[in-house]
């Protein structure tokens, strides 16, 4: 499990676990640490992609199915064992959502709560998502994007899988200078509340500390009202 996920502080009392799916080009460096910021009751599993970071010999994968697989039969079990909830930001979004409609579809699992960030809801899924605005950090993580980039383009969610809905809560974060993105239709993807919060800042927007403190503070709440 150690290959596919980052835990920078294992929380074997927790009585959930937050998996953070990061945005493309990037790796766990940033959202893994939220592990150190969250309480006690809420243990951080950062997901690791091949082709990054101790991966870095591995090729990068294909398409969204061999992710989605790979990450369902390696935490299958961690799954099961306790509640757990989903925070994607802007591609990691939509590779969150798409092992959440294979976990709901395939074993009736779902998590106790949805959280989006900075994605369009994947029933108009298409197009392209945005480049980093900061020059260095597209220098430094240009090859990993363009290959996650193609890993996007294959990520397809069929109309009869969006006709099965979640039953939980979503609640979807962006930044207000980014730019417009279709929040409400996360709406028609669940019989759960939707819940929307725009931040100050760009697509990166959860990178400021007080956006990154208001988040955590919010997901502890939402989770631990959902249990």
């Keep these: 499990m150690e290959k596919l996920v980052a835990c920078v502080q294992k929380k074997p009392d927790a009585v959930c676990r937050l998996i953070c799916f990061p945005?493309?080009?990037?790796?766990?460096?940033?959202?893994a640490q939220w592990g150190r910021l969250?309480?006690?009751?809420?243990?951080?599993?950062?997901?690791?992609?091949?082709?990054?970071?101790?991966?870095?010999?591995?090729?990068?994968?294909?398409?969204?199915?061999?992710?989605?697989?790979?990450?369902?039969s390696v935490l299958l079990k961690e799954l099961k064992e306790k509640p757990f909830a989903f925070f994607g930001h802007s591609f990691g979004t939509y590779m969150s959502f798409a092992v959440a409609l294979h976990l709901k579809k395939k074993y009736?699992?779902?998590?106790?709560?949805?959280?989006?960030?900075?994605?369009?809801?994947?029933?108009?899924?298409?197009g392209n998502f945005e480049l980093p605005h900061d020059e260095d950090l597209w220098r430094d993580t240009a090859l990993t994007f363009k290959e996650d980039?193609?890993?996007?383009?294959?990520?397809?969610f069929e109309k009869t899988e969006m006709n099965i809905p979640f039953s939980c809560d979503i609640t979807y974060f962006c930044g207000s200078d980014d730019k417009i993105y279709d929040a409400?239709?996360?709406?028609?993807?669940?019989?759960?509340?939707?819940?929307?919060?725009?931040?100050?800042?760009?697509?990166l927007y959860l990178l400021k500390p007080s956006n990154e403190s208001f988040l955590i503070k919010h997901m502890t709440r939402s989770i631990e009202n959902g249990l």
């Design 23 to 31: 945005w493309a080009g990037s790796g766990t460096s940033q959202l």
């Design 38 to 72: 969250f309480n006690d009751s809420v243990e951080v599993f950062c997901i690791r992609l091949p082709g990054r970071e101790t991966r870095l010999e591995e090729p990068f994968a294909k398409d969204m199915t061999s992710v989605v697989n790979e990450i369902t």
């Design 108 to 126: 009736g699992l779902e998590p106790v709560h949805l959280f989006m960030s900075a994605a369009h809801s994947p029933n108009i899924l298409g």
């Design 149 to 156: 980039a193609k890993l996007f383009q294959t990520c397809s």
């Design 184 to 203: 409400k239709g996360w709406q028609e993807l669940t019989s759960g509340d939707t819940s929307f919060y725009e931040l100050p800042g760009d697509h």
